[in-house]
């Protein structure tokens, strides 16, 4: 990396914390009135002398596909204010999402300006990253069959504006400098050093324009990004990773080489989505063939107009880390189920994401129909998770 791309990085670490401080104190001082007592703990210093003298820990999040089909687009706009306003979609999930110390989602559409459109040549509102902001997400994953739905204005459109808002992302780039300067994304905060990596399997057929790149599923790309990884000197590499068959409850044999691959080279974490539906996700100890390591198959929707059984919700999946004695390994991780409350209000449908297991038996929010769509949904998660998942538990109440 460049002495540019470093500074840069300094520069976003430090407003990335400062937002994060921010919230730490709201979300302290709410459970200090729940709970009548708290204990105070200070971020710590993530300066390079400030390393490992206590075991360094860091929180993240990360969430499934963040669509936009045009009745959600019609749900944002505000008639009073005459502008997009994205931030009841996520009122509810909100505390989970910026109580991480991290939070990553897969954008699912481009920023490509008017005409608005929702499948299947996505373009968005540039108020939904103000959303996502507002929300407490901190970094976006362009990197999906989506990305090329409005050529090349449509990648370079989103880029600018993701990167004048201050959300970080990462998988597609203006050009070939951008992407070497810019890939891997390596995010210093809390004492650790953390590579990002974000691939899709395609681009819906359609050819990436011009100069501009996307970081696609290939053994050549991927062996060349785990080595400048090496190169990096980073504690831990996750790869978000956009593939599988759609509306499959299990990955599949492409899934699974990939995966195979990528352990093989270094990489410590796989988070996938794209199927629209849930996977199973697998947390193991170091064997004979690869360190400790980590895969989440499929996220599901985070948020989407779908509605059929399996695609009305989603899973965000958090995991903590711990840097000891200069070592990372993995303290905890687990999946918190959240459903699309999808109401008609004043006429018009809203989209309001759900912690779900909070709202499992809720009759005061939601209607009949909701009541039982919500309880299906839990039901047919957890089934397939409680059968599938290595070492990994649903977490019913947010504890950060
Ligand atoms: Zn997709």
Known sequence: MTATGIFTIKIHTVNFFLKKWVLHISVLFSAALLLGSFSFKPPQDFSQ???????????????GDIMQHMPQVDAAWNDSLKAYIYDSCFKYINPWLSGADLTIANLETTLAGKPYS???????????????????????????????????????????????????????????????????????????????????????????????????IEKDRMLADMNSVQDSLVDFTIVFIHWGEEYQREPNAFQKDIAEFLFTHGTN???????HVIQPMEWHAADSLNKEHLVVWSLGNYVSNQRKRFTDGG????????????????????????????????????????????????????????????????????????????????????KF
């Open 49 to 63: 002398s400030a390393i490992t003298e206590t075991p360094a820990e860091i929180t993240l999040l990360f969430t």
């Open 118 to 216: 929702g499948y299947p040549a996505f373009s968005s509102p540039d108020e939904l990253v103000q959303g996502l902001m507002n929300a407490g997400i901190d970094i976006v994953g362009t990197a999906n069959n989506h990305c090329c739905d409005r050529g090349q204005n449509g990648i370079e459109r989103t880029i600018t504006l993701l990167d004048s808002m201050g959300m970080r992302h990462m998988g597609t780039y203006t050009n070939a400098e951008t992407y070497s300067r810019k890939n891997p994304l390596i995010v210093k905060t809390r004492g650790f050093r953390l590579a990002f990596l974000n691939y899709t399997y395609g681009t819906n057929g359609i050819t990436v324009p011009g100069n501009n790149v996307v970081s696609l």
């Open 269 to 275: 974490m796989i988070i996938g989505s794209h199927p």
């Open 315 to 398: 899973s965000m999946f958090s995991v903590t880390l711990q840097k000891e004695a200069g070592h990372t390994h993995i303290k905890d991780a687990g999946y918190q189920l959240t459903w699309v409350f999808n109401p008609a209000v004043k006429g018009r449908k809203q989209y309001y994401i759900l912690p779900a297991a909070q709202f499992e038996n809720d009759t005061l929010l939601l209607d009949l129909q909701a009541q039982a769509d919500i309880k299906l949904f839990l039901s047919d998660s957890r089934e397939l998770l409680n059968r599938t998942n290595v070492g990994i538990g649903e977490i019913k109440c947010r």
